[in-house]
């Protein structure tokens, strides 16, 4: 008998030194129920026998089997202790401690393999999804590091370090994806959102530069350069050009700012200022300075009463267009839509180089060009007004009315040259070259003059157009040709277009 102690003691400790520490402790604790029987029958070791084997046979390879297994330890220890032939009874229950052992080792690599299987199947495919998957990483790692036999052990942690290497390539392909759609998806309908859009570019190129080279890389880099390209244009477009006072410059105001500056070298007052310049100012004011000087009184205050007729009649025409929502300035506006925006700011700059008198004069021109544009637009307007407008308009009207507007543009075009050159006698110098360059010079005669004029009146054409540019950094000034002589001021009176503002009072 006690050498059969001997040898179970010798066993026990030989098993529980196969297993870590902790386990062996807990094992050490456990207490197994003897009880000291009178006498051992048959039946106490059939019944010891059944639960142990019952113990032992219980499948355990799955953690919800190991679970029932380790449910039937109880009733097996309970029939053991029943037993009461010490040597049947310590047999027994090594049976059961070796059954634990081995329940003990298949259950921490279940415990591991089912970790390490949830940290495998954690879908990678957003960051969100990245995260919770890394998460899982600690709880692998922890079951692994339980498992003792160093085969299975091994093979878990190159699962883990598999999985996470795989974590580890589509994490920064996800990061780029979303820094690209953030910056893709940013509004940039505003100059405050095309800021903010440009802020986030940074973002994208950094997540973008951690991707190692290859076809992902390059096409991150091309959606990223064409949203680039967006936004440039976007904000292109959104950015206000502004004058040399700072001011927005845009389409819409360029033709407002063209009327401000006509009304206001309309409000210059020669007469009252004494700053005559015959040469420079219209006629009909010329003409009433110089009969004052002869002392015809009455006739110099009919062609001063023309002058300031015309004057008001031309100040009263620009307030009523004045408003870009009144009807005469849709109308002029319709007139005048063939104009490119450029020339009109053309004129408002020659407007500003010019001396008042001289810039007056032109602004009369211009304000007599847009009040025949407007009516000529208004004949044609109550002309096609009675029509029924067909369903299908033929593809000929849209070339008749290219060809008309073409037209249009060309007679306007000599209009202007004649308002800006005053009929070929006033040119304008650009004195930092010398005299060399000549801008704008146009060189028409009084008999081609005439022709255009009786052209424009027999055809009744739009008289606003294309000019060419002024150049702005340069000093202007007005002169007249030296081959006239002192009576050029009744020459120019002899030669004016039926306006009526330069021809001579009848004595």
């Given amino acids: 008998m006690k050498t059969m102690k001997k040898k179970l003691a010798v066993a026990v400790t030989v098993a529980l030194l196969a297993f870590p520490l902790g386990t062996t402790l807990a094992m050490a604790e456990t ?41 039937l330890k109880a009733a097996a220890d309970t029939a053991v202790g029943a037993v009461g032939d010490e040597a049947a009874k310590t047999a027994f229950e090594l049976r059961i401690i070796n059954r634990a052992v081995s329940i003990v080792t298949v259950k921490t690599t279940l415990q591991a393999e089912v970790a390490v299987a949830a940290y495998e199947a954690g879908s990678i495919t957003t960051l969100a999804e990245v995260t ?28 883990i370090t598999t999985r996470a290497a795989a974590i580890a390539t589509a994490k ?20 405050a959102e095309v800021t903010t859009a440009e802020g986030l570019k940074t973002a994208a190129d ?32 959104l950015t206000p050009v502004v004058d040399d006072n700072g001011n927005p410059v ?81 109308t002029l506006a319709k007139a005048i839509s063939n104009v490119d925006s450029n020339n009109i700011q053309v004129l408002s700059n020659l407007i500003d180089k010019l001396p008042p008198q001289a810039a007056q004069k032109l602004a009369l021109n211009v304000v007599r060009s847009m009040e025949k544009a407007v009516k000529n637009t208004q004949k ?11 369903a299908v308009t033929p593809v000929a009207t849209a070339e008749t009315e290219r060809k008309f507007m073409k037209k249009e543009a060309k007679v306007a075009l000599e209009e202007f040259k004649k308002a800006i050159n005053e009929k070929g006698k006033i040119q304008i110098i650009n004195h930092e070259e010398k005299d060399n360059e000549i801008l704008n010079e146009v060189k028409l005669s009084t008999t081609k003059q005439e022709e255009s004029e009786q052209k424009l009146e027999s055809q009744g054409q739009v008289t606003l157009a294309r000019v060419n540019p002024v150049k702005a950094q340069t000093g202007l000034t007005l002169r007249a040709p030296e081959n ?18 330069n021809r001579p009072v009848h004595k």
């Fill in 31 to 71: 207490t197994i129920i003897t009880t000291t029987a009178p006498a051992t029958t048959a039946t106490d070791i059939t019944t010891a026998e059944v639960a142990v084997s019952a113990y032992e046979a219980g499948p355990i390879t799955t953690l919800a089997e190991v679970a029932t297994v380790d449910g």
């Fill in 132 to 159: 919770t998957t890394e998460g899982l990483k600690t709880a692998a790692d922890t079951a692994v590091a339980a498992v003792g036999d160093g085969v299975v052990k091994t093979a878990l942690e190159l699962r």
């Fill in 172 to 191: 920064p392909t996800l990061q780029a994806e979303s820094a690209v759609v953030a910056y893709e998806a940013g509004p940039i309908t505003t100059l």
């Fill in 206 to 237: 950094t997540a973008v530069a951690a991707l190692g080279d290859g076809v992902v890389k390059t096409a991150f880099e091309l959606r990223v350069t064409t949203r680039t390209a967006a936004i440039a244009t976007a904000k292109t477009a």
């Fill in 250 to 330: 845009t389409p819409a105001n360029w033709f407002t700012d063209l009327i401000s500056k006509l009304q206001l070298a309309l409000t210059f007052d020669p007469a009252r200022k004494c700053q005559l310049n015959q040469q420079h100012a219209l006629a009909k004011l010329a003409e009433a300075q110089k009969l004052t000087m002869e002392g015809k009184t009455e006739a110099a205050q009919i062609s001063l009463n023309q002058y300031t007729d015309k004057i008001t009649k031309a100040q009263a025409f620009l307030d009523s267009v004045k408003d870009p929502t009144s009807e005469a300035a849709i």
């Fill in 380 to 390: 044609k307007e109550a002309v096609v007004a009675p029509e029924v407008i067909p």
């Fill in 484 to 501: 006239h002589k002192d009576n050029r001021n009744k020459q120019e009176d002899d030669n004016k277009d039926k306006g009526g503002d």
